[in-house]
């Protein structure tokens, strides 16, 4: 067996197609899990009534069961639940319209969600009680010190949680290729497919995943270095 180089070049400028979706299902799910993850960190930390113990179920689902688990139960559950309440309810609603690229989507944020508030709940906690009664004395409101005070250094404390949250989910993506949505990892299998060249196709997919992670891991280092300057009063 040998190693057809020239046809990895080809592959890559084939692969290379799907990168929209990959960047798609890789970011929209953590911006909207970042809200998520947002409220359900504040309910666990202030121990909402009536929402602590959702909250509580809802990451503990979510972290505990595999990421594909969800995206297939959504894939599922989702058009049956849609063409059961639409035939009850006489709606003009068939679940074969609506985009599979949807229910990847649905999966992933909730999937982030609980992720990411853990990140943004253990940074929360990170920051000292100390600040918060300082910027309650300066007649700052609760909402304003978490705001000013809190958030920020939370936030940025969590940056190298975040790039991994982030690194995590670009390489879940993968996953979407089960219920045939054509990502990075879908294409590569399916150019391997076509030229039983599975070797070449899949480096090739290895080296677009591998150059992304350096990206992002090095616009998470830029952010690190401008935000350790910033907090101890420097320029970067």
Do not use: C
């Not at 202030?46 to 894939?75: E, W």
């Not at 982030?112 to 300082?134: F, N, T």
């Amino acid at each position: 067996m040998s190693i057809d180089i020239p046809f990895i070049w080809i592959a890559f400028k084939e692969i290379i197609k799907a990168l929209p979706i990959t960047l798609i299902l890789t970011i929209v799910p953590l911006l909207v899990g970042f809200l998520i993850g947002m409220g359900v960190a504040f309910v666990r930390i202030y121990k909402t009534r009536f929402l602590y113990q959702t909250a509580n179920g809802y990451v503990s689902f979510f972290r505990g069961t595999p990421i594909i688990m969800h995206i297939m139960v959504i894939y599922y559950g989702v058009p049956f639940l849609v063409d059961r309440v639409s035939s009850k309810f006489e709606l003009n609603l068939v679940s074969s319209k609506i985009p599979i690229i949807l229910f990847v989507l649905i999966a992933l944020s909730l999937a982030a969600g609980a992720y990411l508030s853990e990140i943004i709940r253990s940074g929360i906690l990170s920051v000292s009680k100390g600040q918060l009664e300082a910027a309650y004395s300066v007649g700052m409101t609760k909402f304003q010190a978490m705001v000013r005070i809190v958030l920020p250094q939370a936030l940025a404390q969590s940056i190298p949680n975040f790039t991994n949250v982030f690194v995590g989910f670009l390489h879940t993506s993968s996953i979407a290729f089960l219920v045939s949505e054509k990502e990075l990892t879908g294409a590569a299998n399916i150019v391997a497919s076509t030229n039983l060249k599975f070797l070449e196709a899949f480096i090739a997919a290895g080296i677009i995943y591998w150059g992304l992670t350096i990206i992002v891991e090095g616009i998470s280092f830029l952010l690190e270095k401008r935000v350790t300057s910033y907090s101890r009063g420097g320029v970067s």
